[in-house]
């Protein structure tokens, strides 16, 4: 009997693997963020390279994504946040809201960078979230079809232009990308400090 190919698994066209929750930056959800992020950046510049007989298809994945890519940000930005500020609370909220984690994330870029002002970004930030919030609270919208009163939140739309929703949503990542590798950046730098400091305590 013909053996069936497993579907987790390597092979020996070894280009063609990926690696499974590689640390990078020293956390796996920076990985889910930023491979939602690549992903809808790639399906935009389809789209934007003239194949527009898949906008109405492409559109459900491309707002997924990077909302999907939103919610984890500001996610990282809290978990490590909080990490860098030595705060009582551990880990981020399990929940799916934009709307509240926003406000957490908001304030702990406050803190971290408190000798600055606050960055022109965080209105259009908050201006993207309220209508992610409006259209898709829940992080459902985009995802399935159902008939239920969730979904009335998109049953007003008609038109969304992919290229401008990439547009916007690469400012929001650029300053929210910027922010989470400052914050790892600073984490970074006080582990080494300790590791040296050991290092002399142990000579």
Wanted: charged fraction near 30%.
């Amino acid at each position: 009997m013909k053996r069936l190919p497993k579907l987790f698994s390597s092979d020996v066209d070894w280009h063609n693997n990926a690696w499974v929750n590689y640390r990078y930056r020293g956390q796996v959800i920076c990985l889910y963020a930023e491979g939602y992020e690549r992903a809808a950046k790639i399906l935009i510049e389809h789209v934007k390279k003239g194949r527009q007989r898949d906008n109405d298809l492409l559109i459900y994945p491309i707002v997924f994504l990077y909302r999907q890519h939103l919610e984890l940000r500001l996610k990282e930005i809290i978990n490590e946040g909080r990490k860098l500020l030595k705060k009582s609370e551990n880990g981020y909220p399990k929940h799916h809201k934009l709307d509240r984690l926003w406000p957490t994330a908001k304030g702990i870029i406050r803190q971290v960078w408190s000798r600055l002002p606050d960055p022109k970004e965080f209105d259009l930030i908050a201006h993207v979230i309220q209508q992610f919030t409006q259209y898709d609270p829940q992080s459902m919208n985009f995802r399935y079809p159902d008939q239920d009163a969730a979904h009335e939140d998109i049953a007003t739309l008609d038109v969304i232009n992919i290229r401008q929703f990439g547009d916007v949503m690469d400012k929001v990542s650029y300053f929210l990308d910027g922010v989470s590798i400052g914050i790892s950046e600073h984490l970074d730098s006080i582990q080494s400090a300790r590791q040296d400091e050991q290092y002399y305590l142990d000579s």
